[in-house]
């Protein structure tokens, strides 16, 4: 799968093994390969509600700020909870592993707040000294299926030594990631936490504010679904996503990914994967 012959690219995602429930929301491995000299699409990435730990087993993922300068990410990255959209850019041989935990979970595993992780690419092995062997055999893994099973042999380990202490906070997010939490005044009172205590726990557990991750989450809804179903209208798509109206939507797009809904289209249209005739659902 992962020699030097050209090769057909691969776009995968597959739940985690029952160890890992409620740990794990899912693995995602993405391979591109383009040809030598050219330089792969930009992926305008936006923000998505999960923490998660990637994995850069060949060339490396660039972040490009609004500048234009460069951060080359290291090939094992904490990511934080994200409220704003990244511009990323692969090498020409780009692989991926990416593990999407679910809500609360990196808080658990980390020890430590997700507000520090806001908006951050820490390098994991610096956080976790043993991951290094794991990164060896990921990037030594002849197959995506040998990849997952380091990961997963690694975080039950984790998770074994850390024990389960699931959080109404957790809960909460879960509920708002899937769209039926109704207000957030509601969604308090149905944990027995006060509007302030929910919003510090979410701070520390989430890493941004219950508001804010509600709207991530619904901006993140209505993206994928336009990806499934892209001759509907934006109306339609918004009002299935928790959206009042178009221009409660298109205000979204611009605080959260920067320009409105066509401009973001048009930049997304051209990621890497849309050369492949692959759309992320």
Known sequence: MWGSLPMTPLFLTLPPGPALAGWVARHQIIRFRFPAGERAPIKPYWPRPACALAFYPRDPEALIDAAGRVTIKPRAVLIGQPTALTRRAGGADFCVYQIEFEPGALRRLAGMSMAELTDQALDAEAVFP???????QIA???????????????LTTRVAACGRD??????????????????????ARRIDLAPRALHRAFRDRLGVSPKLFARIARLDRLIRARNADPA??????????GYYDHQHMARDFRDLCGVGPSRFLAAE???P???????EL
């Open 130 to 136: 043993d991951l290094r062997a794991i990164a060896d």
């Open 140 to 154: 030594e893994a002849s197959t995506a299926e040998a990849m997952i099973a380091a990961a997963e042999a690694w």
């Open 166 to 187: 699931p959080d109404r906070v957790d809960w909460a997010a879960a509920q708002l990631i899937r769209g039926g939490a109704g207000s957030l005044d509601r969604l």
């Open 232 to 241: 509907a209208d934006w109306l339609s798509l918004a009002v299935g996503a």
């Open 269 to 271: 249209a051209v990621a």
């Open 273 to 279: 994967e849309r050369r492949f005739g692959i759309a």
